[in-house]
């Protein structure tokens, strides 16, 4: 949960609708819960003395009830969609700026394709949690305890059968998020290989075609598309077992209540309107605990994708400016002298050692090598993509590269 108040921070700007948001939907649900009550007088009272006046004035309050509530729904998903995509840019952004500041050390960590992946899919999956499943978050825990506690305000005694089947659907819902958990991380490296492997075949479509190897790469895409396939399955299988079960639970819970109710209607301890309104308490709670859970199943799938997005932020650059570095090259003049340089911090040996030259402002220079033999390490430095030269290190990170342009051809 750490990952996900970090995350939380880019809201910024987007915070006030998230939180205007959330208060529609506690109005939006006082509404509906109202609506129940005023329907079981309409029963009770309207319908059972004949009485038109009252039966129309008891409507009229259900329908300004359902349109106050219809307009804090609409409300509210326009301030939802507002904060979840703004909220999904700022992240985004965040990712896109941190790996700006990689060297090439970071990027060994990290796939292309992965970046690409939690920069894309994993921060989709974070707005539809926020936008899909920010509502039922707030509102579930609300209708399921005033929900409550209006049946057991109605008949306690048929409101017992709500105590019996809570941790039913508790204990259900447990074992289906703890059984699909860990499965949406392994969806997600799914789809990081499957990334990586369109992405090699693209960037290598002419040297694809000229040796003929259209069927290899299709064997490998299907090698790839096979597992995320199967790992969607293996995952959705368990997933969807959400709905059947809680609906089993809830209609089991119907038809108890119908049976008992039916009986005590017949003995005169419980009138016609107030069964009726029972009900519908009965469905809003049962609907708001089938929501609940889809809510986890969405947090159990982003958490995943918060832990991906996360790891992305938190990578640290190896490359860093040390204080009253040189932010400016004077006339564009650069000299070096017994300069070393080697790919990684850790490495034994550097890869070019004790070079002197002098560079000076308009001159051109041509480094030559064999095919097999690296050229790299000259100008791939200067731009601050690897660990700076040895004796470069009171320099800013980029400054060099930033007073050197560096194409790069082979002949």
């Not at 939907?25 to 309409?42: K, N, Q, R």
């Not at 059984?179 to 789809?191: D, F, N, S, T």
């Amino acid at each position: 949960m750490g990952e996900l108040k970090r995350l939380l921070r880019y809201l910024g700007p987007y915070r006030k609708d998230l939180l205007i948001g959330a208060l529609l939907v506690v109005v939006e649900t006082c509404f509906e819960l109202v609506i129940p009550v005023l329907m079981a007088d309409l029963i009770d009272v309207g319908v059972a003395n004949q009485d038109i006046d009252y039966v129309l004035h008891k409507g009229g309050q259900m329908g300004i009830c359902a349109l106050c509530a219809l307009v804090t729904g609409l409300l509210y998903a326009r301030f939802a969609a507002r904060a979840s995509y703004g909220w999904g840019a700022q992240v985004r952004r965040a990712q896109f700026a941190q790996v700006q500041r990689y060297s090439f050390a970071n990027l060994d960590h990290f796939d292309a394709a992965s970046l690409v992946t939690r920069m894309t899919t994993d921060v989709t999956v974070l707005q539809n949690a926020i936008n899909g499943g920010f509502r039922p978050l707030v509102r579930s825990p609300i209708m399921l305890v005033m929900g409550v506690g209006l049946s057991f305000w109605m008949n306690a005694r048929l409101a017992v059968i709500f105590i019996v089947c809570a941790p039913i659907l508790g204990a259900i819902l447990f074992c289906i998020v703890r059984k699909v958990a860990p499965m949406y991380g392994k969806l997600q490296k799914a789809v990081d290989r499957l990334n990586n492997v369109v992405q090699e075949n693209l960037t290598a479509i002419r040297a694809v075609k000229a040796f003929v190897r259209g069927e290899a790469e299709e064997e490998r895409f299907q090698v790839v598309n096979s597992r995320l396939a199967d790992t969607s399955k293996e995952t959705f299988r368990w997933a969807v077992l959400n709905l059947p079960s809680l609906q089993l639970t809830m209609y089991t819970a119907i038809v108890l209540i119908m049976w008992f109710g039916g009986n005590m209607i017949l003995d005169g301890d419980l009138l016609v309107g107030d069964l009726t309104g029972f009900l519908s308490y009965v469905f809003q709670v049962m609907n708001s605990m089938m929501m609940l859970s889809n809510v986890f199943l969405l947090l159990t799938r982003s958490l995943a994708s918060v832990h991906r997005i996360t790891q992305v932020l938190e990578e640290q650059p190896q490359i860093t400016s040390p204080q009253d570095a040189v932010t400016q090259v004077a006339d564009g003049s650069v000299d070096f002298e017994g300069v070393s340089f080697k790919y990684h911090a850790d490495a034994q040996e550097y890869a070019l050692s004790q070079v002197d030259l002098q560079s000076r402002r308009g001159r051109l220079w041509a480094f030559w090598a064999a095919p097999a033999r690296p050229r790299a390490p000259w100008y791939s430095s200067f731009p601050a993509f690897t660990t700076p030269p040895k004796e470069l290190s009171g320099w800013a990170a980029g400054t060099c590269g930033s007073m050197i342009s560096t194409p790069c051809g082979t002949r």
